[in-house]
């Protein structure tokens, strides 16, 4: 599964994107399992309030499922226009 | 219907014009610009804009198919840039033709209103102090309760 980061979750983690091995069934599942890897995500990934997420390219909640995904984006909450 | 994810500059005169024309049964049109601001006390030098390709174009589009449905829109454009702008540049813009005014304007804040909190761009502010990511504003979130 491709994982991507946007802006200060980006920098936080330290790359863009990482492909990674996963049997989570949801996003908040793929959340513990990358808070546990490492400090760098387990700050990113500290208030979850303060982040988006989106499965596929479509906006959606932290308990949506992973089943079939191929990506799945996190980024802090968006500021265009 | 015309939806553009650039990072080079676009010319609000010329989009307007070529977006105006060809619409004989459309009796208004209304464009918004989004230009990059300064800061009144601690002077920008660049605003770095950063987005999630492929999805903001997708985002972009549903917008757009979603303003032209529910305000009996002709015709739709969004424009919006990516990268480094200064101070002064234009950002993004907008225009939506209706048959009358009042779809016209509602479309366009309608568009406004979604692009702020639903379009995957994120601001970055850099100046003398340095730089910080723009944080998203609680009344963006609220402005979409309208809709």
């Known amino acids: 599964m491709n994982?991507?980061?946007?802006?200060?979750v980006r920098e936080r983690i330290g790359l863009?994107?990482?492909?990674?091995?996963?049997t989570a069934r949801n996003v908040a599942e793929l959340v513990d399992e990358?808070?546990?890897?490492?400090?760098?995500?387990?700050?990113a990934f500290s208030?979850?309030?303060?982040?988006?997420?989106?499965?596929?390219?479509?906006?959606t909640d932290f308990d949506a499922s992973?089943?079939?995904?191929?990506?799945?984006?996190?980024?802090?909450?968006?500021?265009?226009? | 219907m015309k939806i553009s994810v650039q990072d080079a500059p676009f010319?609000?005169?010329?989009?307007t014009q070529a977006f105006a024309a060809g619409h004989r049964d459309m009796g208004a049109i209304v464009t918004f610009t989004g230009i990059v601001r300064d800061l009144p006390d601690d002077p920008l030098k660049a605003m770095e804009i950063e987005h999630y390709p492929g999805m903001t174009e997708a985002a972009l589009t549903e917008m757009a198919e979603t303003a032209m449905a529910r305000f009996s829109l002709g015709d739709a454009l969004v424009i919006h840039r990516f990268g480094r702008l200064l101070p002064g540049e234009m950002i993004m813009m907008v225009a939506t033709a209706a048959r009358h005014r009042k779809d016209a304007f509602e479309?366009?804040?309608?568009?406004?209103?979604?692009?702020?909190?639903?379009?995957?761009?994120?601001?970055?502010?850099?100046t003398e102090k340095g730089a910080d990511w723009v944080a998203s504003k609680s009344e963006d979130e609220d402005a979409l309760a309208r809709w």
């Open chain 1, 34 to 43: 990358l808070r546990a890897r490492e400090e760098r995500y387990a700050v």
């Open chain 1, 16 to 22: 863009p994107r990482e492909k990674v091995e996963t």
């Open chain 2, 107 to 126: 479309a366009a804040e309608f568009l406004m209103d979604y692009l702020k909190s639903r379009a995957p761009f994120w601001k970055r502010e850099i």
């Open chain 1, 66 to 81: 992973l089943e079939g995904v191929r990506e799945v984006a996190f980024f802090p909450p968006m500021t265009g226009g």
């Open chain 1, 47 to 59: 208030d979850l309030a303060g982040l988006r997420v989106a499965v596929d390219q479509q906006l």
């Open chain 1, 3 to 8: 994982i991507l980061y946007f802006a200060w």
């Open chain 2, 11 to 15: 010319d609000l005169g010329q989009e």
